[in-house]
């Protein structure tokens, strides 16, 4: 089992950046596939990114490629989700999410963070 924190979520204006962090307990987790998915208001929850065990493949919805970048530091236990040029549709709550299966873009992962605020105002 892992636990999952996040951190680094706030309020940026249209067009800013934020790093988030997700900090994971244990000592397996170089054998998770991370993600890190969101929830905006009234939406369903939709997968952003994620990262291999390794960190040798990502993968990324169509609405956040070349603005997003997910990333790992196996030896720090944490993955990371930077995120530029962001925009009001960008605000939800993002999750940082783990699963022992290789598969990156699912939304079926099996242990999850509690999750961090993300606020892009216009």
């Known amino acids: 089992q892992v636990q999952l924190v996040e951190s680094g979520g706030g309020l940026v204006q249209a067009g800013g950046s934020l790093r988030l962090s997700c900090a994971a307990s244990?000592?397996?987790?170089?054998?998770?596939?991370m993600g890190w998915l969101r929830q905006a208001p009234g939406k369903e929850r939709e997968f952003v990114g994620g990262i291999s065990k390794n960190g040798g493949s990502t993968y990324y919805v169509d609405s956040v490629k070349g603005r997003f970048t997910v990333s790992r530091d196996n030896a720090k236990s944490t993955v990371y989700l930077q995120m530029n040029s962001l925009n009001s549709e960008d605000t939800a709550v993002y999750y940082c999410a783990a699963r022992r299966a290789t598969t990156i873009n699912s939304l079926l992962y099996d242990y999850w963070g509690q999750g961090t605020q993300v606020t892009v105002s216009s």
């Open positions: 244990g000592r397996t987790f170089s054998s998770y596939t």
